[in-house]
Structure formats: structure tokens, C-alpha cells
Nanobody, 121 residues
Framework: QVQLVESGGGSVQAGGSLRLSCIASENTYRRFCTAWFRQAPGKEREGLAIIDNVGRTSYADSVKGRFTISQANANTVPLQMNSLLPEDTAMYYC????????????????WGQGTQVTVSS
């Protein structure tokens, strides 16, 4: 059972930056696809960014050019968020799976508990 823990959330003004981290309890490098999702109150959880087991990345249009996902080391996947907007306010989750690697599904086997991001105008 892989445990995922998110960190790095907080409050920031519009235009600012935050760096979230997803730390796994075991090596995910070249073994898992890891993705970042978010869920705002009253809205569905949406996929934001994904990195597959060979390092290829993909982004939702809403964050393309502002957010960057990477594989920092064997068990850490950061999400660098720049030019933050009030509409980026949400709970942010990371997810991992050895087979699922898409932004339009929630069927990932492993999920973290989330970290809150609040962007004020």
C-alpha cells in the first residue's frame, strides 16, 4: 500500500507562487504515473497535471503555462504553481497508479489527503 502525503499549501495573494510536494512512502520513479488534482467547494475534482513513468508531462488547459509538474527524486513529485489566480483556490490532491495515467479520470489507486491552497485577490 503506497501512502501519499501532500505539503506546501497555504495562503497567497493573486500573482504569487506556491510549490506543492507529493511524497510517496516508496519509490514511484519509473513505476507509477503521478497526477495532481484539485477540488473547490461545490465543484468536481479536476485533473491538473500528470507525469508518467518515463517523465512525460501533460496539463489541463486551465493551468498550462502556469503550473509545472516534475519528478524531484525517487519518491517526490512537486507541483510548482506560478501566477496564481483566486480561482485556483481549492484543496489539492496528488494521486498515483501503476497503470492509470490520465487527467480525465479519478480511478487512481492511491490518493493523498490533500493540502489547501487559498489565493486572495
Amino acid at each position: 500500500q503506497v501512502q501519499l502525503v501532500e505539503s506546501g499549501g497555504g495562503s497567497v495573494q493573486a500573482g504569487g507562487s506556491l510549490r506543492l510536494s507529493c511524497i510517496a512512502s516508496e519509490n514511484t520513479y519509473r513505476r507509477f504515473c503521478t497526477a495532481w488534482f484539485r477540488q473547490a467547494p461545490g465543484k468536481e475534482r479536476e485533473g491538473l497535471a500528470i507525469i508518467d513513468n518515463v517523465g512525460r508531462t501533460s496539463y489541463a488547459d486551465s493551468v498550462k503555462g502556469r503550473f509545472t509538474i516534475s519528478q524531484a527524486n525517487a519518491n517526490t513529485v512537486p507541483l510548482q504553481m506560478n501566477s496564481l489566480l483566486p480561482e485556483d483556490t481549492a484543496m489539492y490532491y496528488c494521486a498515483a497508479d501503476p497503470f492509470v495515467c490520465r487527467l480525465d479520470t479519478l480511478t487512481y489507486r492511491y490518493w493523498g489527503q490533500g493540502t489547501q491552497v487559498t489565493v486572495s485577490s
